[in-house]
């Protein structure tokens, strides 16, 4: 690990909005790094030594309810799609298809699908 490789993720990762009231807690900046070292082949540092690595880079936390909170982060890039989508409970995810309508060939029982419309 190297403040490098966390500047650089910093840099490449989030973006830092001052009037903004949202923000990032801890967890999912740290879960947006696992995205971006996975995404970049690149070993993670354990979570206690990227803390310490982002504090010393300059970005300012507080405390809410207990929780490390960085106010006005926002994900950007690859990394923050490939967490947000890998964060989202199994459960949740549901995809709906609508049916397909068919009509069937009366001579032969074959199944046709509908001509799509141009």
Known sequence: M???QIGAFLRECVIYEED??????FE?????YISWCVLGNKVP???SAFRTSVRTSG???EKRDGVRYYPGLR????????????SIPDEVVEVIVPPIPVTEVEDG??????????
């Open 59 to 61: 970005v300012k936390h």
């Open 45 to 47: 540092v354990p979570d």
């Open 20 to 25: 903004s009231e949202e923000g990032l807690d």
């Open 75 to 86: 994900m950007i890039g690859d990394a923050a799609r490939d967490y947000v989508l890998n």
């Open 2 to 4: 190297t403040d490098t």
């Open 109 to 118: 029982g074959d199944v046709v699908l509908p001509a799509k419309a141009v």
């Open 28 to 32: 999912a900046l740290y879960g947006l």
